[in-house]
């Protein structure tokens, strides 16, 4: 009888050491807004600064980012990326029940919130959910203090052939040494997680940051050199679990939290 009791408390232990580490572990929302018109932007962007992250903050939830795509010598696509921290997947799927009783935010946003079929303040909404890295739990605000325009925001989504490839390059990150590697060289990293639903799965995403685009390219070409990248990229077990990479560069808009 002791037997079984000590076993079934040790079960027990192991079980909620388990469930509390797993729980650590952050989830993030990543809101990706189009638009057809500056118009659009502009009442978004106040929407944004003025109404949500107020909201967002008085519900207990900070740093969050708020950026726009970097100018290139095309057309530069019109999108918002806005990235939210949730302590649990309770909290994001609480939220939007929360803000319908937030009497300020509601005031606040009332543009957006109560705005024409005729006149939408967006084009559409793009959402991923995703799920924190056991390497690195908790969101890490970038401390960039350099010009917000002259700042690399560098988004990351590999997408992986099947899901036994993208858990092999999960695996990579974690037990491979690759989010040691990057923390080694001070990429700044804000995230890295799975993605737990989004339109590119089997996919992870991750965000680093730079002072400026000489400092990130400098610090690529550094990855690229070190030994422990040249081992892990010639090593077998990891091949072929990337089938394309998606690189976005943005910068951080005058509200964002960093």
């Known amino acids: 009888m002791k037997k079984s009791l000590l076993i079934f408390c040790l079960f027990a232990f192991y079980s909620i050491t388990s469930f509390s580490q ?16 500056d118009e659009q932007i502009a009442v978004t962007d106040s929407y944004l600064k ?16 708020v950026f726009k795509l970097r100018p290139t010598d095309s057309i530069t696509v019109k999108k918002i990326f806005v990235l939210i921290p949730f302590s649990s997947l309770a909290q994001f799927e609480t939220l939007e029940d929360e803000l319908d009783k937030d009497e300020t935010y509601l005031a606040t ?3 957006y919130v109560k705005a024409s079929h005729k006149q939408p ?4 909404i793009a959402s991923v959910v995703l799920k924190a890295f056991d390497d690195m739990p908790h969101m890490q605000a970038s401390i960039l203090t350099s010009p917000r325009e002259d700042r690399i925001y560098e988004l990351r989504s ?4 099947t899901e036994s490839y993208y858990k092999n390059k999960v695996e990579m990150f974690n037990e491979g040494g690759e989010v040691k590697l990057f ?13 737990l639903s989004g339109a590119q799965m089997p996919n992870l995403m991750y965000m680093t940051t730079f002072a400026n685009q000489t400092s990130r390219d400098a610090h690529w070409k550094a990855f690229v050199e070190a030994p422990e990248w040249k081992e892990l990229i010639g090593n077998p077990k990891y091949e072929n679990n990337v089938s394309h990479a998606e690189i976005t560069f943005l910068y951080p808009t005058d509200y964002s939290d960093y």
Not at 158 to 161: A, F, K
Not at 183 to 195: G, T
Request: charged share 25%.
């Open 121 to 124: 303040p967006y084009q559409r």
């Open 22 to 37: 797993d729980q650590g572990r952050e989830y993030y929302q990543l809101k990706i807004y189009s638009f057809d018109s």
């Open 109 to 111: 946003g009332n543009t």
């Open 158 to 161: 590999y997408e992986s052939p």
């Open 50 to 65: 003025d109404a949500y992250l107020p909201a967002l903050k008085r519900q207990g939830i900070n740093n969050i980012g």
């Open 183 to 195: 923390d080694r060289l001070d990429f700044n990293a804000v995230f890295y997680a799975e993605v």
